[in-house]
């Protein structure tokens, strides 16, 4: 997600194959392409009012929020522009077993009748637990069974897309991250905090807030750590 050339790091992924190398050729097109859509809505006139109302209410927060999507603009035009034309960059290579294994796992787990279990240990065993997290926020299941709650619903979702994002990012290097690129020109939060745009619904130092990065946490531990089981509800 920070490679300075996404399309050459997808490339080489797709060649090198083996566990895991498709599944992140396949996140970053797919953040590349998400991105370039964030691009366009930031160019387009017809959006201008809800940036500047955006900005407004973020104001105080970073104060600079203009130019900083102006200069994640211009990264994510030069980043991810090839891939407005690629499409082979999301296929994988034909005796590449370890993306079909990916494939079949991420469908897998978009069928409520299918094993969840099943489908997260063949992810965790490619170091890619965190992927499910798209799924995992809308069928949601934890062990922790005071946490599955209809008032949790929105903090555990939170929590979950917080958690993929800080097991996948590079820590050292997490301002190139294209996600933080993308949710800036999106919501104009533009702090350098992939939390301040995830919690923004809970001000700093509220209850909820603290309890969500907790949650956060917990999750990217179990990412981290291939923790599958943490997941599965107990029967």
Avoid at 72 to 77: N, P
Avoid at 105 to 126: G, I, N, R, Y
Avoid at 158 to 164: D, F, S, Y
Avoid at 169 to 190: A, G
Wanted: proline share 4%; glycine share 4%.
């Amino acid at each position: 997600m920070t490679s300075p050339n996404p399309l050459a790091f997808v490339t080489q992924m797709r060649q090198q194959g083996g566990p895991g190398a498709y599944a992140m050729a396949e996140q970053v097109t797919y953040q590349c392409r998400e991105a370039l859509q964030a691009l366009q809505r930031y160019t387009d006139p017809a959006y201008a009012s809800l940036r500047a109302s955006q900005r407004a209410r973020n104001v105080g927060r970073e104060g600079h929020a203009e130019s900083l999507q102006a200069m994640s603009a211009q990264k994510i035009e030069a980043r991810c522009r090839p891939f407005a034309d690629d499409l082979e960059s999301d296929q994988p290579k034909s005796d590449d077993s370890s993306a079909k294994a990916y494939q079949e796992a991420m469908q897998l787990l978009l069928d409520p009748s299918k094993d969840l279990a099943t489908s997260l240990k063949a992810l965790a065993e490619q170091g890619q637990l965190q992927s499910a997290a798209v799924v995992l926020r809308s069928r949601y299941r934890f062990r922790d069974d005071e946490l599955n709650t209809p008032e949790n619903r929105d903090l555990l979702a939170r929590a979950m897309t917080l958690a993929a994002f800080n097991a996948s990012t590079d820590q050292q290097n997490q301002s190139e991250d294209l996600r933080l690129m993308t949710s800036c020109l999106y919501s104009s939060v533009c702090d350098g905090s992939y939390a301040s745009e995830v919690l923004e619904r809970w001000p700093e130092g509220s209850p909820q807030r603290a309890k969500a990065q907790a949650v956060a946490e917990q999750f990217q531990r179990a990412f981290e750590t291939g923790d599958y089981a943490a997941f599965v509800r107990k029967r």
